[in-house]
């Protein structure tokens, strides 16, 4: 089984659509962390916590909220969501500066 | 507006030929330099690290470091099909961010039979 798990995987939606996109991780690092990527933009951070009590704002948050139910889930809403919303979204934990990425869930934004 | 930058190819090799990947970055007072590979569709793996001037060699790869030029690179000796990916440089942010990386957006590599 994967360390950190993301479901969906892949999810068609429609614009104004709530969408929640789930994170698990075995490996009991405190530090998680949502990214976009996009072609040819390469990762941009969305959101990131360091425990479960701290939330931060990465560069491109606006459009998006998270939540840190525990130490070992962290999920990631787009509250209406737009079709620029459209991308790949991975989860990463970290530890030492070394990132553990999920496998990604393709969000497809109608 | 720290940035790291990158060439995003594609760069074209043939196999067994050495590969060098190249980075630049901004903050001057960065210390931790990361380089992860990801291959079409998949997530990024961390493939090399290095924190001190000079060359880390890792089996084929070898990480490079010039703090005073603000420049990272990553070589590949005897390039394998294997390494056709995208290369990203990640640069660890002391600053404002909480020691959160940039990314650069990564050089897509093609090694040819």
């Known amino acids: 089984d994967a360390d950190v798990t993301q479901t969906p995987r892949n999810r068609i939606t429609k614009t104004g659509k709530r969408i929640m996109l789930e994170c698990s991780q075995t490996?009991?690092?405190?530090?998680m962390y949502w990214y976009r990527q996009d072609p040819g933009l390469g990762l941009q951070l969305i959101y990131y916590?360091?425990?479960?009590?701290?939330?931060n704002k990465g560069e491109i948050s606006d459009g998006y909220s998270v939540s840190r139910q525990a130490q070992a889930k962290f999920s990631l809403s787009l509250e209406s969501a737009i079709p620029n919303q459209t991308a790949l979204y991975f989860c990463?934990?970290?530890?030492?500066?070394?990132?553990?990425f999920g496998e990604g869930s393709r969000l497809t934004v109608l | 507006q720290k940035e790291v930058e990158q060439n995003s190819g594609p760069l074209s090799v043939p196999e067994g030929a050495i590969a060098s990947l190249n980075c630049t970055y901004s903050?001057?007072?960065?210390?931790?330099f990361f380089w992860y590979r990801q291959y079409s569709g998949k997530s990024p793996e961390l493939i090399m690290s290095?924190?001190?001037?000079g060359d880390k060699e890792d089996g084929r790869f070898t990480a490079q470091l010039n703090k005073a030029s603000q420049y990272v690179s990553l070589l590949i000796r005897d390039s394998q099909p294997s390494d056709s990916a995208t290369y990203l440089c990640?640069?660890?942010?002391?600053?404002?961010?909480?020691?959160?990386?940039?990314f650069g957006k990564g050089t897509k590599l093609s090694v040819k039979p």
């Open positions: 990463a934990t970290e530890f030492s500066g070394e990132l553990f």
């Open positions: 490996k009991g690092h405190d530090r």
């Open positions: 916590s360091f425990d479960v009590k701290d939330i």
């Open positions: 903050d001057r007072g960065s210390q931790s």
């Open positions: 290095i924190y001190s001037n």
């Open positions: 990640a640069v660890k942010d002391y600053g404002g961010s909480q020691g959160n990386l940039i």
